[in-house]
């Protein structure tokens, strides 16, 4: 199974907003409603902070909000600020397995 | 509250085995399975597979079949990953996730297990 497709990198300044895409194909990010994202600190563990595509844990920021259609998914973070710095990915069930993305590395500048 | 804790940091020559443990906690562990994730060193996150921790059926990824077996003791609420034949693009950190209700995403990960592989 392929990776699924993201930018290597975003950049935005605090305040804005940014859109973090992820491509797959009809057998991943377009056959089922099971994309998901996830924030990944230098030396940390990633955490969730979408799942199911827009659905949101308890205590994650509102800022963060996830979204699809066709075979991208997106994150949009809005009001950015310097902790949202970090890598992101996303990731989709498949029939037989669970599909990363490249990840993205967000910068705040 | 949930916590997954990993065991310590391994470092093993090209063709031993490792076997990563994954200690759960502040759930009924049989009510989630556990999904296996490992990142390279600066690299992305690659999933390895995932088992049920309700009746043990695994789904391994293609890649690792035959390399890699994945096992629970629910009278502990630990999960194992066992990699066997290890070679030097095997050196990563290796994370236990549990995964969520709708079983299409992980919701709490483990801190990591760094195996290193080395001549």
């Known amino acids: 199974q392929s990776a699924l497709t993201q930018p290597a990198s975003v950049s935005g300044s605090p305040g804005q907003s940014i859109i973090i895409s992820c491509t797959g194909t009809?057998?991943?990010?377009?056959?089922?409603?099971?994309v998901s994202w996830y924030q990944q600190h230098p030396g940390k563990a990633p955490k969730l902070m979408i799942y199911d595509v827009s659905n949101r844990p308890s205590g994650v920021s509102n800022r963060f909000s996830g979204s699809k259609s066709g075979n991208t998914a997106s994150l949009t973070i809005s009001g950015l600020q310097a902790e949202d710095e970090a890598d992101y990915y996303c990731?989709?069930?498949?029939?037989?397995?669970?599909?990363f993305g490249g990840g993205t590395k967000l910068t705040v500048l | 509250q949930v916590q997954l804790v990993q065991s310590g940091a391994e470092v093993k020559k090209p063709g031993a085995s490792v076997k990563v443990s994954c200690k759960a906690s502040g759930y009924t562990f049989t009510s989630y399975g556990i999904s296996w994730v490992r990142q390279a060193p600066g690299q992305g996150l690659e999933w390895m597979g995932w088992?049920?921790?309700?009746?043990?059926?695994?789904n391994y990824a293609q890649h690792l079949q035959g390399r890699v077996t994945m096992t629970t003791d629910t009278s502990t609420s630990t999960a194992y990953m066992e990699l066997r034949s290890l070679r030097s693009d095997d050196t990563a950190v290796y994370y236990c996730a549990r995964v969520g209700y709708s079983g299409g995403y992980v919701d709490y990960w483990g801190q990591g297990t760094l195996v290193t592989v080395s001549s």
């Open positions: 990731s989709s069930y498949t029939s037989s397995s669970t599909v």
């Open positions: 088992i049920s921790s309700y009746n043990g059926n695994t």
């Open positions: 009809s057998s991943d990010v377009g056959g089922y409603k099971y």
